[in-house]
C-alpha cells in the first residue's frame, strides 16, 4: 500500500522567512495530493491539493509543487506569519470515488516573531 | 461555509463499553469518512462510506467496529468493546463527486476525543 513521508518533522522560521515541507510517496497511482493545517486541538483544514496532471500550483503565500519522476511533491509556505504556526500534513489518493488518504506523519511548523 | 459536525466533541468510557461516536455531513456530500489519530501522530484511514456500504476499510477497522448511515444527515461509528488503545481523536469527513474529476478534497470535522479509561 502507500506510504507517504515527510520531513522535517519540525521546522522553525524567522517570521518574514520561507518555509518548506517535503514528502514522498511510494505508489505511482497516487494521483492526488492533498495539504492540510491543523492547529492544536482543532480539525485539519485543506490549505491547497495538487493533482497529477500539474507540476505546480500557487495559492496566495503558498504553493505545492509535484515531482511524479521522483514521486515527491512540496509545500512552499513565503513570508510567514505567526499565525502560520501549525502541524502541516501532506497526503496522497488514488483519487478514485471515496479513496482514502494515506497522511504524512506531519511536520510541525513554528513561526518566530 | 457548510461544515461537517460531530457529536460529542469528547467522549469518557469504560474499557468494554460500547460507543457511537456522530458525524453529520455535509448535506451534498455523497463520501464519508472516519479517520483516527492517537495524540501526537498521524491521521490514519479507518474507513470510507458510499451509498449505503463501505467502500474501503483498514486494517485497523476490525470486527469491534462498525457505521451505518440511520437516516439522510448522520453517520455514525460504532466501537463495540473499547479497548484502551481505542483512545484517539475520531475524526469525521466527507467529500462531493465531481464529474470533472474524481479526486476531490475530503472537509473534516472538529473531532470526537475518545478517552478509554
Known amino acids: 500500500g502507500e506510504n507517504v513521508e515527510q520531513h522535517p518533522s519540525t521546522l522553525s522560521v524567522q517570521e518574514g522567512d520561507s518555509a518548506v515541507i517535503k514528502c514522498t510517496y511510494s505508489?505511482?497511482?497516487?494521483?492526488?495530493f492533498p495539504w492540510y493545517k491543523q492547529e492544536l486541538g482543532k480539525r485539519p483544514q485543506l490549505i491547497i491539493d495538487i493533482r497529477s496532471n500539474v507540476g505546480e500550483k500557487k495559492d496566495q503565500r503558498i504553493a505545492v509543487t509535484l515531482n511524479k519522476t521522483a514521486k515527491h511533491f512540496s509545500l512552499h509556505i513565503t513570508e510567514t506569519q505567526p499565525e502560520d504556526s501549525a502541524v502541516y500534513f501532506c497526503?496522497?489518493?488514488?483519487?478514485?470515488?471515496?479513496?482514502?488518504?494515506?497522511f504524512g506523519p506531519g511536520t510541525r511548523l513554528s513561526v518566530l516573531p | 461555509e457548510p461544515e461537517v459536525t460531530q457529536t460529542p466533541s469528547h467522549q469518557v468510557t469504560q474499557m468494554g463499553q460500547e460507543v457511537i461516536l456522530r458525524c453529520v455531513p455535509i448535506s451534498n456530500h455523497l463520501y464519508f469518512y472516519w479517520y483516527r489519530q492517537i495524540l501526537g501522530q498521524k491521521v490514519e484511514f479507518l474507513v470510507s462510506?458510499?451509498?449505503?456500504?463501505?467502500?474501503?476499510k483498514s486494517e485497523i477497522f476490525d470486527d469491534q467496529f462498525s457505521v451505518e448511515r440511520p437516516d439522510g444527515s448522520n453517520f455514525t461509528l460504532k466501537i463495540r468493546s473499547t479497548k484502551l488503545e481505542d483512545s484517539a481523536m475520531y475524526f469525521c469527513a466527507s467529500s462531493v463527486p465531481s464529474l470533472r474529476e474524481s479526486n476531490q478534497p475530503q472537509h473534516f470535522g472538529d473531532g470526537t476525543r475518545l478517552s478509554i479509561l
Open positions: 505508489d505511482s497511482a497516487s494521483n492526488y
Open positions: 497526503a496522497a489518493s488514488r483519487g478514485f470515488y471515496g479513496q482514502n488518504f494515506v
Open positions: 462510506f458510499y451509498n449505503n456500504e463501505i467502500s474501503e
